[in-house]
């Protein structure tokens, strides 16, 4: 660490630093206060969306012994995903990744000669695979967040615990050390007075005596 300056330019460079540190931390303040709220907004949501999934896991129950059925198909075929797309948003500076939906690719089948619940299932599975889908994205957001929300965090503590209280003391001391420097000329210049002033009674009382 650099050595304080005492004197008056150092002075005033570390009241324009205490000046832009305390106008800046409170945008720092507010900021962490809005990720403090989007992360649990976002923790929320990911527990809804696993609620939903474990709600239809549930109601698939009821149809697994017609999975068992033999089939003249893979329905697994239907359920391969051809691609997911995203969305960004800005939330308190930083872009974030948000579920925009799911493409499967598209096979082809003849509804005359498959069960009829075929299809029905084949829209329920791939619900719930656009669900956990959603919720890798919510995830990587949440991460995000809470990523930010640390970096922000450790930025708040340092304006408050280290650089503010740093940048005042710096200023105590330099106002203290140019104070006392006044003090001391103040104090060397009445003595050079009080020299002059003896010097010159000494010569009037000289040439007094000649």
Known sequence: MAQLKLNKTELKNQKNLLDQLTKYLPTLQLKKQQLQAEVETCRGQVQRV????????????????????????????????????????????????????????????????????????IKELRELIALREKIKVMQKKLELLVEELRQTNIKVNLFEKRMIPDCRENIRKIRIFLGDQEIAAICNAKIAKDKLKRREQLEAEAEAAA
Do not use: H
């Open 50 to 121: 696993e609620e939903e999934m474990g709600a239809r896991y549930r109601k698939l129950d009821s149809w697994s012994i017609l999975f068992s059925q033999r089939l003249t198909v893979d329905m697994f075929d239907y359920l391969e995903i051809a691609g997911t797309t995203t969305d960004k948003e800005n939330i308190a500076g930083i872009d974030v990744p948000v579920f925009t939906g799911i493409s499967f690719k598209e096979r082809p089948y003849g509804f005359f000669i498959m069960p009829v619940w075929l299809d029905k299932a």
